[in-house]
């Protein structure tokens, strides 16, 4: 009887150079083991013996896969075949952002695509739970809370742009949205219960309400009113100066008041303000 020993190898794969390996089979017959040497653009690799019958060869290497020797467990046996691996350069993906850290007051981020190749799909995740974005420079908007300032956190944003030959990249950029402080001190009010601008109020953002101190004078320098509790003063609480004397509760007739302003934010900054505001009656 004639044993009939053969190798064949064959496959031709295309693959992106960021991607998975190309895959190629060499099939035998003949009695195993099966040893073979397999060549790329005619430079040996390393021999390699196998029970079985089909040997898969994973690689990124680009080039032609031949067989230059083979035999089983009996003799040296025929070689035919060639496979061909072709790798493509895949884009690269790039997140441009003016800034990563946001501001809960503005939790907004304006992303630009910079990556570098033939692009022609764009997918954007931005961390917070939201629906992808398919646009090539979007513009996101970060969860608020029910006053619309942005909840702090870090939030990973994710690209993935897709070339014309369909290979793909992607990239992660962390973002930040931090805690910052805002303060809003009107310029006038007018106590008359018409219910328009009747108090003067205050609204403010991220300090130590414990630090807060305000005081209001006339013009001669006497102490009108003064507070230590800011939420009695927040517009959206309803709060106020309604534009009377703290102690004799009198109405303050129309001028304008100077005011002294002490707090300390968030961070533990101190804040020392003055200023006017115009009581009209």
Not at 24 to 47: M, R
Not at 82 to 94: G, H, K, R
Not at 241 to 270: A, M, N
């Amino acid at each position: 009887m004639i044993n009939a020993q053969t190798a064949f190898i064959s496959g031709n794969d295309t693959i992106c150079n960021n991607g998975v390996e190309a895959i190629l089979k060499v099939d035998f017959s003949g009695v195993a083991p099966f040893t073979f040497v397999y060549e790329i653009n005619g430079v040996s690799q390393n021999s390699v013996t196998t029970q079985n019958t089909s040997y898969f060869i994973n690689t990124k290497t680009e080039g032609t896969y031949t067989l230059s020797q083979f035999n089983d467990a009996i003799s040296f046996g025929v070689i035919s075949g060639s496979a061909v691996v072709s790798i493509l350069e895949s884009p690269t993906a790039v997140i441009h952002l003016l800034s990563d850290t946001l501001s809960v007051i503005s939790p907004i981020a304006n992303f630009t695509s910079n990556s570098i190749g033939d692009i022609v799909a764009w997918e954007w995740s931005f961390g917070d739970n939201t629906v992808n974005e398919i646009l090539e420079n979007p513009r996101h908007i970060y969860p608020v809370n029910s006053e619309g300032l942005g909840l702090k956190g870090t939030y990973q944003s994710t690209l993935v742009v897709v070339d014309a030959n369909s290979c793909s990249d992607t990239v992660v950029k962390q973002i930040w949205v931090q805690e910052e402080y805002w303060f809003y001190i009107p310029t006038s009010f007018t106590p008359d219960n018409d219910k328009l601008n009747d108090k003067f109020c205050i609204e403010y953002h991220a300090i130590r309400e414990n630090t807060f101190l305000f005081k209001v004078y006339n013009s001669q320098g006497d102490l009108m009113f003064q507070s230590t509790r800011p939420q009695d003063l927040k517009c959206s609480l309803n709060g106020g100066w309604d534009g009377v004397h703290f102690k004799t509760q009198k109405d303050l007739p129309s001028d304008i008041y100077t005011y002294e302003l002490y707090f300390q934010d968030f961070e533990g900054w101190k804040h020392k303000e003055y200023g006017t505001v115009f009581l009209v009656r």
